[in-house]
């Protein structure tokens, strides 16, 4: 991957295709106690295994996991559907939960759902999301060409949910993840400096994650 050239450290630059919920426990969990503690977390695995080498091999033990699968023009994706049922389930038998946090193709999935459920499409079956945490996020790539079905009037008006968007300066996913901005009311943004991984978070950014979380909890419950 281009960005590669850049790396002088597993956490300078890392691209993460086919993780799990466990590696991305481990990784969220530097961020500090301050933040941690105001987030109750479910780490999910990916409900399928991984059918391709994993950019994690090495750094994590399997075994691996992906939410769906896309062709490479990304005009087809396949198990999404099984994918939001998924989801909905642990929902559902877990919950109730106030917020989705994501990453890459998880943080794609998570931008959505708001989307899905004012379109009726999804997640109709538990109650509205109040927030997401986007970390390295777009919309789907294949969304041009109304695919994946379920999501494709998904960002077709304003998303009013608040949002906390997480963008990498050497991002491949970078343009998308501004892209989906536009697509927010009112979106709190971090940037960092480095790649498609889930970033430390400095000073300044644990101050504006900790506003972020603190306006939520502010918030009456009506507009929640």
Not at 103 to 126: D, E, H, I, K, Y
Request: contains cysteine; glycine residues 8%.
């Amino acid at each position: 991957m281009l960005e590669q050239a850049y790396a002088k450290s597993f956490s300078d630059i890392f691209v993460m295709r086919r993780t799990s919920g466990s590696i991305l426990q481990k990784l969220i969990g530097r961020w500090p106690q301050t933040v941690l503690e105001k987030l109750d977390l479910h780490f999910l695995d990916g409900l399928f295994p991984a059918r391709g080498k994993s950019d994690v091999e090495g750094f994590f033990d399997p075994p691996y996991f992906e939410w769906y699968q896309s062709s490479q023009d990304f005009k087809e994706y396949r198990n999404f559907e099984e994918c939001v049922a998924y989801i909905e389930d642990y929902m559902i038998n877990h919950g109730p939960f106030d917020g989705l946090l994501g990453f890459s193709q998880g943080a794609m999935l998570s931008a959505a759902v708001p989307g899905m459920q004012l379109q009726g499409m999804a997640f109709t079956r538990v109650p509205k999301i109040k927030f997401l945490i986007i970390i390295s996020g777009a919309k789907f790539l294949g969304y041009k060409f109304g695919q994946p079905k379920l999501a494709a009037n998904a960002f077709s008006s304003p998303v009013e949910c608040p949002s906390l968007h997480i963008i990498g300066e050497m991002d491949f996913l970078k343009p998308g993840g501004i892209d989906l901005l536009e697509s927010f009311v009112d979106p709190v943004v971090i940037h960092h400096p480095k790649g498609h991984i889930i970033p430390r978070l400095d000073d300044n950014n644990i101050k504006i994650m900790l506003s972020f979380i603190e306006k939520i909890q502010k918030m009456p419950s009506d507009e929640q």
